[in-house]
């Protein structure tokens, strides 16, 4: 069954660095997704991504965040200069379209040291 | 602002002990409200959408049910491979999803 792949499935990076999270949704999706997940907290969004642009972003997403499809598989999360804070489980997911559900990937730990 | 909760936290279970979990929601125009396990270091894994009060939708020992207000997912006989966190989201009118914190289920043998 087709899945949702994302690495590293860990990743510890200094506190001011740029770290860049990569996915490959499913491959026929064309809705795209970003979520994260606190530890003990809930399930949050970020962002979501149709038709080569941000479609819509919570207050989260601010502008150390951004998003990108470089090519027709892979779908990336950028944060510019990590803070302590942004430690935090992402996941990944993707639908095929607007009346389907989500797919999640099993997550990258980003542990900002 | 669309809110979902989800009781009880945590549920611990018999072999074989039937019981529901609760996912209450406030939205504006529900466009569908889904179901997802989590695994421990997993992401959540699809279980059911329901779109409208009164839908119902099961899957082995999962039965999912929706009303205007709260959805239940009942789970029958549960086995210990039922150990899971589930998870609750809604969509209304756009395409992100808000999730409720879950009910942690432990089904001892």
């Known amino acids: 069954e087709p899945e949702v792949t994302q690495t590293p499935s860990h990743q510890v990076t200094q506190m001011g660095q740029e770290v860049i999270l990569r996915c490959v949704p499913i491959?026929?999706?064309?809705?795209f997704y970003w979520y994260r997940q606190i530890l003990g907290q809930k399930v949050e969004f970020l962002v979501s991504?149709?038709?080569?642009?941000?479609?819509?972003k919570s207050e989260i997403f601010d502008d150390q965040f951004s998003v990108e499809r470089p090519d027709g598989s892979n779908f990336t999360l950028k944060i510019r200069s990590t803070k302590l804070e942004d430690s935090a489980m992402y996941f990944c997911?993707?639908?095929?379209?607007?009346?389907?559900?989500?797919?999640f990937g099993d997550g990258t730990r980003l542990s900002i040291l | 602002e669309d809110q979902v909760t989800q009781s009880p936290e945590a549920l611990r279970l018999q072999e074989g002990e039937s019981s529901s979990l609760n996912c209450s929601y406030t939205?504006?125009?529900?466009?569908?409200l889904f179901w997802y396990r989590q695994d421990p270091g997993k992401g959540p894994e699809f279980l059911f959408t329901?779109?409208?009060a009164g839908e119902e939708k099961e899957k082995e020992r999962l039965k999912a049910t929706l009303t205007k207000k709260e959805s239940f997912l009942h789970i029958t006989a549960p086995k210990p491979e039922d150990s899971a966190t589930y998870l609750c989201?809604?969509?209304?009118?756009?395409?992100?999803?808000?999730f409720g914190g879950g009910t942690r289920l432990m089904v001892k043998p």
């Open positions: 989201a809604v969509q209304a009118t756009s395409n992100m999803l808000t």
């Open positions: 491959s026929n999706h064309l809705y």
């Open positions: 997911a993707s639908r095929l379209d607007s009346n389907q559900p989500q797919h």
């Open positions: 991504f149709y038709n080569n642009e941000i479609s819509e």
């Open positions: 939205v504006s125009g529900l466009r569908g």
């Open positions: 329901l779109y409208s």
